[in-house]
């Protein structure tokens, strides 16, 4: 039974989403005159004539139109913020657009004014790759050349002469690889190390792993602090506990293919991975203001940082 042995889902034979049934399908036809049994797909018969028709619908062509397609199913429902005190944000894929909104408001929002980049010496600038839940490696994944030949095009409208000057900006780069992470469920208390436990409404969660499946260092984490105690912002840490394994983000990925700086770091979320999820709506304005801090005060805050080796 589920409750002594758990949910055991087969991903071939119970996640098969159901598109319609035969029956009223075939009276639909009679309704519209077709015949029963006729393809209404043209020489399309990879795909059900039914869904054929659903997409030509939706994308405003005919069926016979349609070459192929890939199809992603995803809950539909509108995010709402719940909860008595109002709180809380239930939504689908919060990991990762609740990073990816925070990100690009922040990058925004430091530019607003006409002097915002007076006294900038660097590129502020986001990234946001594909398919980081199954691996990174695809030509729009982290795993791909896309960053360094971003850097790359970059650093060559600045100086083409210069073969250093790429060289150069990746050692005074840094990275926020920014992915949500796991806050302290109040049923699952005993899945978080005690010490390290990212709560709702605490602020961004700093991510550390000795092996290295989270890119932070000492220094990252250091900077990346010292950014939130300017401003009185919330700041937590997270360690996997020893007796687990530990999940990873693209830091890593980019941290040795490029050799970036990296922290990595993300707002508390319950739910990771549901279609639905729940985050803390405290914790989107706390990630907005460091993120839009840090790109306003890293230039400047990092000339002053010295590293004993």
Same mark, same amino acid.
Request: proline share 3%.
């Given at each position: 039974?589920? =409750? ?34 006729? =393809? ?62 925070? $990100? ?16 900038? $010496? ?125 999940? =990873? ?24 991975? =549901? ?35």
């Amino acid at each position: 039974t589920i =409750s002594s042995e758990g949910l055991k889902i087969n991903n071939q034979n119970h996640l098969v989403p159901v598109l319609g049934t035969l029956i009223k399908h075939e009276m639909q036809k009679l309704v519209e005159g077709n015949v029963p049994g006729e =393809s209404s797909g043209g020489e399309n018969t990879k795909h059900h004539p039914l869904l054929l028709q659903l997409i030509a619908k939706e994308a405003n062509c005919e069926v016979d139109e349609i070459c192929d397609f890939e199809l992603q199913l995803c809950d539909t429902q509108p995010s709402v913020v719940a909860g008595a005190m109002k709180e809380f944000i239930f939504s689908g894929r919060l990991d990762n657009l609740c990073m990816s909104f925070c $990100s690009l408001k922040a990058l925004v929002e430091s530019t607003s004014t006409d002097h915002s980049l007076d006294h900038e $010496s660097g590129v502020r600038m986001v990234a946001l790759f594909d398919h980081e839940e199954v691996g990174s490696d695809s030509a729009q994944g982290a795993g791909s050349p896309a960053m360094l030949d971003a850097l790359t095009r970059i650093t060559g409208c600045f100086n083409h002469s210069n073969s250093k000057l790429l060289e150069k900006a990746i050692q005074r780069s840094f990275l926020v690889s920014a992915d949500m992470a796991h806050a302290l469920h109040p049923n699952y208390m005993e899945k978080h190390e005690e010490n390290h436990q990212p709560k709702l409404h605490g602020g961004l969660v700093i991510k550390h792993n000795a092996n290295q499946r989270y890119a932070t260092n000492a220094v990252t984490a250091f900077i990346f602090r010292e950014i939130a105690e300017r401003h009185q912002l919330p700041i937590q840490d997270f360690v996997v506990r020893n007796d687990m394994a530990c999940g =990873s983000t693209i830091g890593p990925i980019l941290a040795s293919g490029v050799g970036i700086r990296t922290v990595d770091i993300g707002a508390p979320q319950l739910s990771m991975h =549901s279609i639905r999820e729940m985050c803390a709506v405290d914790d989107v304005n706390y990630s907005y203001e460091h993120l839009k801090a840090y790109f306003e005060e890293f230039t400047e805050l990092d000339n002053k940082v010295k590293v004993d080796c």
